[in-house]
């Protein structure tokens, strides 16, 4: 579970730097930014490192 939480964070904050590089996704981007936070924020609570 901790392995798939860090891989879609990771996947996620790739998205984000695309789409803000390309102002082309909107209020999406910011969504996706938010859950991978999230996802990132999980893992430092449960105790594992977050990177």
């Known amino acids: 579970m901790g392995n798939l939480l860090y891989a879609i964070a ?5 998205i984000w730097l695309i ?3 390309g102002y082309n ?6 969504i ?3 859950i991978a ?5 999980l893992r ?3 105790g594992r490192k977050p990177l």
């Open 44 to 46: 430092v609570i449960q």
């Open 37 to 41: 936070v999230i996802a990132i924020l």
């Open 32 to 34: 996706l930014l938010v």
């Open 19 to 21: 789409g803000f590089l």
């Open 10 to 14: 990771v996947i996620l904050i790739i």
């Open 25 to 30: 996704a909107g209020g999406l981007v910011h």
